[in-house]
């Protein structure tokens, strides 16, 4: 495939432009729709195989394909490889990649069952905030910190149905915690109860654990209305 770049003559013509961004949508919410399970990870794409972030990564997805959940990554190397590959050696199909085309092209990486590719970030990450029921976000650049981010708005403003937020490895988040804390909630631009939408852990054991919790919270509510 031809790279993709801003320059592209097909773009620069915005009335045309809403029917790739239409024919996006249609084809992610179609390949998408009978997904009921999914745990989106993110991470950055540079860690390599010998990281510990890229193995617990890989133990991550596997505990949580053995509890029936689908994983879904940006498709890509490092972080996204390990949970890919961690789903895949369970069940191939709970292995998901949502790939995204760029001018230097992403390759997608093996272990995914089914794929399926964006040309736009934004369609791309209404995929993965529409069909995960938890974000689990592992160490990485301003990719992972626009997902992580953008998870933490919508779940913020009650755009979308409630839904863990959870971070991996304590000693690389702490810095941005602490500058959440430090900084934006001494200028008033966060609240306390905005702390809550998140949670900080360090082991596969302690994700699933938290989304364990979470679902069977949801569980509870639901009876609770009937």
């Not at 993709?4 to 919410?29: A, C, H």
């Not at 934004?122 to 976000?137: D, E, I, N, P, T």
């Not at 650049?141 to 991996?168: M, N, S, Y």
């Not at 939408?197 to 679902?215: C, G, H, Y």
Request: proline fraction near 4%; include cysteine; glycine fraction near 6%.
């Amino acid at each position: 495939m031809a790279n993709l770049r801003y320059e592209d003559n097909f773009t620069k013509q915005d009335t045309w432009r809403i029917f790739r961004i239409m024919s996006e949508f249609v084809e992610g919410f179609e390949g998408l729709s009978a997904l009921k399970d999914g745990v989106a990870i993110f991470g950055s794409r540079r860690t390599p195989e010998t990281s510990p972030d890229y193995k617990t990564a890989q133990k991550t997805a596997r505990l949580l394909a053995k509890q029936g959940f689908h994983i879904i990554t940006g498709a890509g190397a490092g972080i996204m490889e390990a949970a890919n590959r961690g789903a895949y050696s369970v069940r191939k199909k709970a292995s998901i990649g949502l790939n995204i085309l760029l001018p230097e092209q992403q390759q997608a990486n093996p272990y995914i069952s089914r794929l399926l590719e964006f040309r736009y970030f934004f369609v791309r990450k209404m995929m993965f905030a529409k069909y995960s029921r938890a974000f689990v976000v592992f160490p990485g650049g301003f990719g992972t910190l626009d997902e992580l981010f953008e998870g933490l708005a919508l779940a913020q403003t009650d755009k979308v149905r409630p839904f863990p937020i959870i971070l991996v490895n304590k000693k690389f988040w702490k810095g941005c915690v602490d500058w959440c804390q430090d900084t934006l909630l001494k200028h008033e631009a966060l609240i306390k109860a905005d702390f809550d939408l998140f949670t900080v852990v360090d082991t596969p054991q302690q994700v699933a654990a938290e989304i364990n919790k979470f679902m069977k919270k949801t569980k509870k509510r639901k009876k609770v209305k009937k």
